[in-house]
Every structure is written in C-alpha cells, then in structure tokens.
T-cell receptor, first 108, second 115 residues
Framework: GQSLEQPSEVTAVEGAIVQINCTYQ??????LSWYQQHDGGAPTFLSYNALDGLEETGRFSSFLSRSDSYGYLLLQELQMKDSASYFCAVKSNYQLIWGAGTKLIIKP | DTEVTQTPKHLVMGMTNKKSLKCEQHMGHRAMYWYKQKAKKPPELMFVYSYEKLSINESVPSRFSPECPNSSLLNLHLHALQPEDSALYLCASSQGLAEARNEQFFGPGTRLTVL
C-alpha cells in the first residue's frame, strides 16, 4: 500500500524552531511536497524535494532522504501566523498521496 | 494571474436539490482537480482532468458529476446529495499530470452543507 506518516500535532513557542517529520511508503517516487493550510483556508504549496538534501526558502526549509524514505519541514523563527496544518504529499500515478496532516500549535 | 477562483463560497442545499460548483483558472494549467475535504482530514481526490478530458475518477458516487467546458473552467454538478457529503470542496490546478513537481494551486473552496 501507499502511506505517509506524520505526527498529528506539534506544539512550539513563538520565535523557536520546529521540525515536522514525514515518512513515506509509495510505489514509485518523484519527490516530496509540503503544503500549508490555515483553518478555513485552502492548501498552499510550500516546497518540493526531488533530490536528497536541504532546500531553503526563507524561514522554511525542507529535507529529503530518499534512502530512508524520510523528509521533514523545518520552520524557524516561528510566528503566530505559522499556526496551521502542514501536509506532506507524494506524487504517485499522476495524483498526490497526502499525509494525514500535522497541526502546528504555537504558543506566545 | 496565479489565482484559482471558486464560486459559491458557501452553499446550503437539500437532498433533492441540484446545484453546481464552479472553478476557474487563467494560468494556462492543463490539469484540474476536484477534492473533498472533511474537518481535520487531508484533501481527498475526487476527479482529475487533463487537457479537458477526465483522467481519474476516484470511484466517486454518480450524484457528483464533473464537467470541463474548456481549459480554464471546471464544474462539479451536484444532485441528490446526502448529509454526509457536507464538506469543503476544493478545486486545484497544475501545469500538467506529467510534471514531476505537480505543484497544485488551490482555490478557496466551497463550504457545502447538505440538509
């Protein structure tokens, strides 16, 4: 079967750094994507990793290890507006397979 | 224009009603998607259109009927829905199904309530 595992909830303090992990098991792999979704909003694309290593985009970074079928999203200098759900996703058979999502709670 | 628009934003309908959801994008994307999302769950794929042809139907009940009139428009026709169909319906588009990155752009969604 195809599945992505990520923690259901992560709590962090404003200004801190948080890492959201994702492990995947899929038939065929092109790359790992991350999406952010605020309550009541639509998912928005954050990042995509096709090769091993770290990709940095401002305060957000994403990492992939293909040999370990593992990736993570790293959020630095957390702000209250980063409170949202974060989904990892993998493309398979022309569609995205989504993780269950991680709710990030940020405390002042 | 990097926006996907959806109308209406909210819809309340009875189980005997017929209604349609509309989606539009002007990014020249060739793939368009309908998703259903329940609270605290990931988006659940319903249909995928590629070059205006239905490519994927994820065993969706026939009370949901998609339509792609042209490369910019995607409709979802609703008929005889059940209360359990109440959800957020999201439209998305991407450059194409063959693109490895498959970055999808989502519309704001239609919040559907079936009474």
């Amino acid at each position: 079967g195809q599945s992505l595992e990520q923690p259901s909830e992560v709590t962090a303090v404003e200004g801190a750094i948080v890492q959201i992990n994702c492990t995947y098991q899929t038939s065929g792999f092109y790359g790992l994507s991350w999406y952010q979704q605020h309550d009541g909003g639509a998912p928005t694309f954050l990042s995509y990793n096709a090769l091993d290593g770290l990709e940095e985009t401002g305060r957000f970074s994403s990492f992939l290890s293909r040999s370990d079928s593992y990736g993570y999203l790293l959020l630095q200098e957390l702000q209250m507006k980063d409170s949202a759900s974060y989904f990892c996703a993998v493309k398979s058979n022309y569609q995205l397979i989504w993780g269950a999502g991680t709710k990030l709670i940020i405390k002042p | 224009d990097t926006e996907v628009t959806q109308t209406p934003k909210h819809l309340v309908m009875g189980m005997t009603n017929k209604k349609s959801l509309k989606c539009e994008q002007h990014m020249g994307h060739r793939a368009m998607y309908w998703y259903k999302q329940k609270a605290k769950k990931p988006p659940e794929l319903m249909f995928v259109y590629s070059y205006e042809k239905l490519s994927i139907n994820e065993s969706v009940p026939s009370r949901f009927s998609p339509e792609c009139p042209n490369s910019s428009l995607l409709n979802l026709h609703l008929h005889a829905l059940q209360p359990e169909d109440s959800a957020l319906y999201l439209c998305a588009s991407s450059q194409g199904l063959a693109e490895a990155r498959n970055e999808q752009f989502f519309g704001p969604g239609t919040r559907l309530t079936v009474l």
